[in-house]
């Protein structure tokens, strides 16, 4: 079996997370790194692994006729144009979230994709979860009948640092963007409509940023269901990922995952620990999953499960989020981008 | 010891429970009952308890000279009037919820209550339940800090008939009240602006009624904390009472009460029974506890734990969700009811 | 409708709980008290419940021509005579539990019992219980299929106090009495074998009584299934009842109840609240079911749900549980009692 | 680095598990697979994976020069040869557990390994389980005081196949040998006496191999501590593996692991999913943390967690349960092995 090389462009914690993932896969080869602050100890990480090729180059990674996909793991700037190239040169492209945080950028990427032919899967990990596909599972075999009321509970265990904060995109299009990805995915609806309500109630920082650090957010879908998610950037008991779809005939609901099932019984109380602390300890087995799956639909040519569609129309509802939120109204998807642009002007 | 006595007025389900739970009070006597529909059957049941005294004349309660204190179970439109004249007398008041439909209405109570110098409790039972009361008590002792997000989801197992609805008051007025309620209750903050989304998903005919059947509505404390209110009126599973408090140290949440703890293993799943299925089974207990202590505070002259302000609080709220259902937007408290009667006029 | 007048014998604290369970029930009278220690502070407890017959002598109780039933709540060492001479007087009996500590006792009780024709009922309280019932349930109703294995924890929160130990007929007898009782309720068979394993793990006062705090005992049923049941005076998170019963369809298991279900997260972990504390929070709704099925048996002259016969299976199953652990090896219920005196003999 | 080289003897689906976790170690290589049965479908297997030395010849793994250590997973029957002479030859080795099913053979092979000097691991794979580790560390760490009872509950979804049944060693030796380990490891005690009560309740087919399919078996800890574990071949609802420790200052328990945690909630009740399956699933990470640690002792020198040692006296428990259900009395620790002997002699 001939394997498939792939390329990989940003190795920081995310892009050697997915290194080490397709490592895992026998039919994979991992043939080039390309990372803008590539050095010896890249070098030596990679060695360890046996891939040799490592360059402070894209270019080259994306050219290299013998890679048949691109991994962009480098940061979200460099998105837009990063896929432009790669499908450019034909190849495949896997692109962490967000596509970018300007929809006319993405859909340009977007398009750029769909005239060279190639597969774009977006990086909404948490599709892969074992506890949100059982969701998802259970909506589509109709276990809960017809979608009512969709519940987000999205909380982080400790706030990015500063300057991570600066650069985000804000809490609506860094943090909250995966949990629009998984409203459409557990409701099997869109969105059409979005109030956004906020604060900064954990840290200053965020304000002098312009953010915010805690969200709650009501959604309006397309099949009359409603939703609303709760983002916070500190839940001090840990990673709390939480969702409950409710229906006609039922409801169903996910609970945290937990280092494991002990529970302590004292004179003061009954115990158990704290959930998963934060992503990469709640969704490794999702990392894994999303890019094992990747691989096969490029063995096989069927279409990845979360496409540019996915990754536009995410970014679109944490637009509308947005929007709303600076003016106090619910917004329309249908007003996001005319809307947008003519807000974006007065400000 | 004398025992206080207590005329009840308006004796049908809600009514008969409290006289059966006042008559397990050894403090207590029921020396009557008024019910406008009094008849053979209310007197057998009530001879049965021991109590002689049942007419159809409310006055004839309320102005009885022995009895201090006048329990009120009648319908809503009868509040007013009916704690005016109790007030009036002299007498004490437990009120059921709503206290009225109408602001400007349930302030005229409220008023005749103070000119009286008596005590009015309104039938906010969830209070008193074991496990609300504990979410409130871990909020204030700072378990959790200062609370930033209170989500609450209550769930009725089964549509009220068609009567019920067409004199409810509608969902904010009749359903989710409590959750108002118990949102003030557990965050111990006032509720500033309120934002409701709502639609017909159950069943038409609540459409016919101008009403709606599903709801979230969210709400922003004056605290900073955001808030999130979801009901339904058909739980298939049962009666859904849940509540989550998160803040800067953490989070304390409930879950639903079983009619026992037995869980089945079999090769299908594991499977627990649903929920206890209504109100009644689900608050028998904080019935039983809110008459304990509105007859405590009776006799040791104690200010009563929900008062008319509480009561009147809640239906400001659920005016506000009203209004802003109807023009889409958010509203502020404050706007209630200088705006409720514009709005009213434009209607 | 003329109410059923009913004597209770033995007013402690298990002699007032059912008192006023029975106060509760509209069909009963309760015509007499009789308490060998019966002064002052009683006769005011009885007077607050409008109960103004209050005796020294039992037999005032027993032999009042309008008394239907006696409750024998006394100390266990009165339980036979007591029985002995109510069923002489005609009167239907329930006991507490044990009905004596010696099973030729116990059966004289019996025969007493028997040709008078009234019917006793022995205070095995947890069968009306909301979680044993529901496990019986089950188990009957065929939900697991053929029992193979019944697993049954009881722990107490805290040891009793000296006087009590000294007098309580030892571990087997006085606590896991109920676990017997349990045991052969939820699996529908009989039990046939026992082995018993204790020690003195907490107290070296149970040692000075010749008791022990801490045992461990497995059970061979006459269907084939395996028992075990483990007990400990002691355990300082609360009163821990739990019954596993596990066969060839599946398994069905409870676990404790809880004063509320609040869950608090912090950075220290995820806290519940301990079980309810001890026997009387945790079993005072069964206290009144079975009283209140013990009335309605004696009104519809139905055989009550818990006999004689089952309280001196119970005792046989305790005497081999004592028997085999002084003996160090498997006693076979056939043994008892031929065995038991012979092993007394040797004592 | 230079890379560990291990060889690995029987290539059956655990040692196919041993194979791909040792893969996942940078330091490792698999340097040789020996399997009786080697075949063109076991070199593909091992081609895959980049291993090309494969034989039917055990000794030509043993006495490869460059292999630092042995694992052994081939049947029962061949470990105590296997273990002389890979000690013999100077290498550290991991077995399968049991060493054998014969205490006197296990001694044996013991012997060799202490004369080499080499190391030798136990395959007590629930000992690296997250949540057994999870019970020792609380136990150790003094968070339930002094334990007291110790409760195992052991159960497979499915009968092994008849063949395996007939070379099983029992269930005793086979299966339960796993939770005697697990009641050393979490009791931090060892076990003086045994007594163990069973019976065919599944599958005829277990009597004719003289075996049983249900068992539960009481223990004696040297600290006074009681313990007891339930074993049964079929548990229809899926792998059933839990432990409690009860103590002075409180009780630890497991709980199963689930493949999501998913709660849907019908008409019909509230559904969560059964176990994960059997032991791959179940233990499938701690199968990988076993050779995890295994390695970093080989690398690092450090003593084994599991050795010799616990292989043996975990089959002195077995052997005692076995001659405890065939006398049907308890059985000291110190009976075994002179009176096995005696026991077989007479058998």
């Known amino acids: 079996m001939e394997r498939v090389k792939i390329g990989v462009i940003g190795a920081g914690r995310i892009g050697k997370i997915h290194i ?3 490592l895992r896969l026998p ?3 991992v043939a080039a790194i390309g990372d803008l602050f590539a050095g010896p100890e890249l070098l030596a990480w990679a060695a360890q ?3 040799h090729s490592v360059t402070q180059d894209a270019s080259a990674v994306i050219n ?3 890679i048949a996909a691109i991994y962009i793991c480098s940061s979200t700037d460099t998105h837009v144009p990063l896929i432009t190239r790669a499908a450019q040169a034909g190849k495949h492209i896997f692109c962490e979230k967000p596509v970018s945080m300007d929809i006319a950028q993405t859909e340009e990427a977007l398009q750029a994709v769909r005239r060279a032919g190639v597969q774009l899967q977006v990086g909404f990990n948490r599709r892969f979860d074992h506890n949100f596909k059982r969701v998802r599972e259970h909506v589509l075999a109709g276990a809960i009948g017809e979608p009512h009321i969709v519940k987000i509970t999205s909380r982080d265990p400790n706030p990015p640092h500063n300057d991570y904060i600066r650069a985000s995109g804000g809490i609506f299009m860094d943090m909250m963007i995966h949990d629009f990805d998984i409203a459409r995915y557990v409701c099997g609806s869109e969105v059409e409509e979005v109030y956004a309500q906020g604060g900064v109630l954990i840290d200053p920082v965020f304000a002098e940023h312009g953010d915010i650090d805690t969200a709650v957010v009501t959604l309006r879908f397309s099949n009359g269901a409603l939703g ?3 983002n916070s950037r500190r839940a001090v008991y840990g990673y709390d990922q939480r969702v409950e779809v409710f229906g006609t005939k039922g409801s169903v609901s996910i609970a945290n995952d937990h280092p494991n099932t002990a529970e302590l019984s004292t004179a003061e109380g009954i115990v158990r620990e704290k959930p998963l602390y934060f992503f990469l ?4 087995e999702a990392y894994m ?3 094992r799956i990747f691989v096969d639909c490029l063995v096989s040519g069927k279409p990845v499960p979360v496409d540019g569609g996915d990754g536009l129309q995410a970014e679109r509802i944490a637009s509308a989020a947005k929007l709303s939120h600076r003016l106090g109204r619910p917004v329309k998807l249908a007003e996001i981008g005319a809307q947008l642009e003519q ?4 400000e």
């Open 20 to 22: 080490d993932n397709l």
């Open 27 to 29: 039919q994979v080869e």
């Open 49 to 51: 692994r046996g891939i």
């Open 64 to 66: 290299h006729p013998d």
């Open 228 to 230: 609303v998610i709760d």
């Open 281 to 284: 300890e709640r969704y490794s």
């Open 289 to 291: 999953e999303e890019t």
């Open 343 to 346: 807000a974006s002007a007065g």
